[in-house]
């Protein structure tokens, strides 16, 4: 037997295990993340849904900037010209400020978006290494149970060490 070359039994061993894991994945891990990853898609377009309503908002908000614009335009030959500064200043204060709020709540949706992703791999990458160690744990124990087949498996580890 080499290092680098396994057994047939390794190989059946292996192959067994590998589909108990993936067959208690398939049953019961994958519905359960497919359901989170779901869960979080929701809640993305949920965000994205909201950042769109107030994107809606800031161009209302604009729009009725323009029309009280407009009613300024027609008063302007009422006013004095430093007062029409002032007004003008004004409109573009706000719009500015609207600009920025609008641009600050999309960057706010898309860290929280970013963060969520990153929260629902760290939470599936768990769940799978849960899952690994329970099996092998439950595969080991099974293995080994009585006493007989402890020392079988010792004098063959014991063989295999003494020959490489």
Do not use: C, H
Not at 20 to 44: D, N, S, W
Not at 100 to 122: F, G, H, P, W
Request: charge should be neutral; proline fraction near 2%.
């Amino acid at each position: 037997m080499s290092l680098l070359t396994p057994d047939g039994g390794l190989l059946f061993w292996m192959l067994i295990s590998f589909g108990i894991v993936f067959f208690i994945l398939a049953k019961f891990g994958f519905p359960v993340i497919t359901k989170m990853v779901e869960e979080r898609k929701q809640y993305v377009e949920n965000a994205l849904n909201a950042a769109k309503e107030a994107k809606l908002q800031s161009e209302n908000v604009k729009a009725e900037g323009e029309k009280i614009l407009a009613e300024a335009r027609n008063r302007q030959t009422q006013l004095l010209k430093d007062g029409a500064d002032i007004r003008d200043k004004m409109v573009e204060d706000a719009k500015q400020i609207a600009q920025i709020e609008a641009d600050k709540m999309i960057q706010e949706a898309r860290a929280l978006i970013q963060k969520e992703k990153e929260n629902a791999i760290k939470d599936i990458r768990k769940q799978v290494t849960i899952l690994s160690i329970d099996v092998a744990e439950k595969v080991l124990r099974k293995n080994l149970d009585n006493r007989p087949a402890q020392m079988e498996l010792i004098d063959k580890m014991l063989d295999e060490v003494i020959n490489n």
